[in-house]
């Protein structure tokens, strides 16, 4: 349901913006544990949805990332030239034709483009576009009926938050078209935090089709649904041993021994208070998952570093564990 509305509010939005000069947003996304059908459901559940942006005709996207940056969350910049359509598909009647060696036209075509409503200099601004985002929303929403009775918005400077419930005054899912930044006291502007939550669910369904893995995800997350171990922590972890024991060993008559793994996996980050990054880091992710070769090759992170740092927080989570 939640994979639909996002995808009949996403044609709306397409429909609104086929004659402008605004990001075109493609399919959504579903990524996380509520999608995939572990979520623990005593607080209600949290879909968080990516939706894509395509550049409009007359524009393309290039991504500037910043080899300096920090990991993960590193931010990127999105910079937006201007292309010539003159053999490609005929723009909309409103968009002026970009021509080759007409510096009037060009410049008339930056006024009149993308960068002049997101833009900043050259580059996509964060806030700018989910605003525009935001007042699109009750547009879209007029044609999609279904909306009015189960959506509203939730205030959000750098995301693009949906609160849906069942047609009740108590909300029962979270949507997250998001934008924020892994420091979320750190200003965005043109900067673009990377997010490897697409990398982490194509390798889900990569290898862990018809295997026992959700039912020991569930049941772990129930059982620490109270702590403050994040569901990220047991999916990581069985995400690494899903890259070391081979998929023979996640049938269903090895729950039990696959289940004593992942809590015996915890309990030894939690002694040596390190837990590594699937991800970044990783040479054990498979090639079928296609990732930037600076990730692949990258330091490995360690998801528990703040209990390495803070013994008050090692012995509230051992206490906990």
């Known amino acids: 349901i939640v994979t639909h509305l996002m995808n009949s509010l996403t044609i709306a939005f397409s429909r609104a913006l086929c004659h402008s000069s605004q990001p075109v947003p493609q399919g ?6 509520a ?25 393309t996207f290039h991504l500037e990332r910043d080899a300096a940056g920090l ?41 009149l483009g993308l960068l002049h409503t997101l833009g900043c200099g050259h580059y996509l601004d964060v806030h700018r576009t989910s605003c525009c985002f935001h007042k699109l929303l009750a ?4 044609q999609v009926p279904q909306s009015h009775e189960c959506l509203r918005v939730v205030p959000s ?3 693009f938050k949906l609160q849906l419930s069942r047609g009740t005054d108590s909300p029962v899912l979270g949507i997250f078209l998001s934008t924020h930044p892994a ?11 990377e997010c490897y939550m697409v990398a982490e669910a194509k390798f889900q369904q990569h290898v862990a089709r018809d295997s026992v893995t ?9 059982a620490l649904g109270d702590t403050h171990f994040p569901p990220h922590v047991l999916k990581t972890i069985v995400m690494h041993l899903l890259t070391t024991l081979p998929l023979s060993h996640w049938h269903r008559r090895h729950f039990l021994q696959r289940l004593e793994d992942i809590v015996g996996h915890l309990c030894h980050a939690l002694h040596r208070k390190h837990l590594g990054h699937f991800i970044v880091g990783n040479c054990k992710v498979p090639a079928e998952i296609s990732l930037p070769w600076d990730i692949q090759t990258a330091e490995p992170l360690n998801l528990f570093q703040q209990v390495a740092e803070d013994p008050a927080a090692h012995t509230r989570a051992m206490s906990e564990f």
Not at 90 to 106: A, E, K, N, V
Not at 139 to 142: F, K, L, N
Not at 183 to 189: M, N, R, V
């Open 35 to 59: 999608f995939q059908g572990w979520a623990a459901r005593a607080q209600g559940l949290v879909c968080t949805v990516l939706v894509p942006l395509d550049p409009p005709p007359g524009h």
């Open 28 to 33: 959504a996304i579903g990524v996380g544990s």
């Open 139 to 142: 547009s879209a929403r007029a």
């Open 157 to 159: 400077r750098h995301t």
């Open 214 to 222: 959700l039912r020991c995800l569930e049941l772990l997350a129930r």
């Open 71 to 111: 990991l993960p969350g590193r931010r990127s910049r999105i910079r937006v030239e201007l292309q010539c359509t003159c053999t490609g598909q005929r723009p909309p009647q409103d968009l002026l034709r970009i021509l080759h060696g007409s510096q009037g036209q060009l410049a008339r075509a930056q006024e």
């Open 183 to 193: 420091e979320p006291q750190l200003p965005l502007g043109t900067a673009w935090p």
